[in-house]
Nanobody, 125 residues
Framework: QVQLAESGGGLVQAGGSLRLSCAASGRTFSSVAMGWFRQAPGKEREFVAAISRSGSTTGYADSVKGRFTISRDNAKDTMYLQMNSLKPEDTAVYYC??????????????????WGQGTQVTVSS
């Protein structure tokens, strides 16, 4: 079992930045692949970014490429999402997820086994 807790969400103006954190517990953090997903009101959950167990492999949705950076610190059992140049369309609840099936779980939400409760990100225009 892996427990995940997101933090760092909030209200920011367009063009601003936020850094989300996802703290993990319950299992060796370096043994799970990690990812970020988001869900806006009335929309389906969508992939944002993913990172492999060691952090050597990362992937991003086209909508956030060049603006968001995913990283992890296995010594601190924590994953991060640095979000820059935020846009109103980035407004959503952001979820972190952990997968124990593969070295890198990618963009398919079905590859993830554990999910956090989510943190709200609101970008005003």
């Amino acid at each position: 079992q892996v427990q995940l807790a997101e933090s760092g969400g909030g209200l920011v103006q367009a063009g601003g930045s936020l850094r989300l954190s996802c703290a993990a517990s319950g299992r060796t953090f370096s043994s799970v692949a990690m990812g970020w997903f988001r869900q806006a009101p009335g929309k389906e959950r969508e992939f944002v970014a993913a990172i492999s167990r060691s952090g050597s492999t990362t992937g991003y949705a086209d909508s956030v490429k060049g603006r968001f950076t995913i990283s992890r610190d296995n010594a601190k059992d924590t994953m991060y999402l640095q979000m820059n140049s935020l846009k109103p369309e980035d407004t959503a609840v952001y979820y972190c997820a952990a997968g124990n099936r593969a070295y890198y779980s990618g963009s398919d939400y079905r590859e993830y086994d554990y999910w956090g409760q989510g943190t709200q990100v609101t970008v005003s225009s």
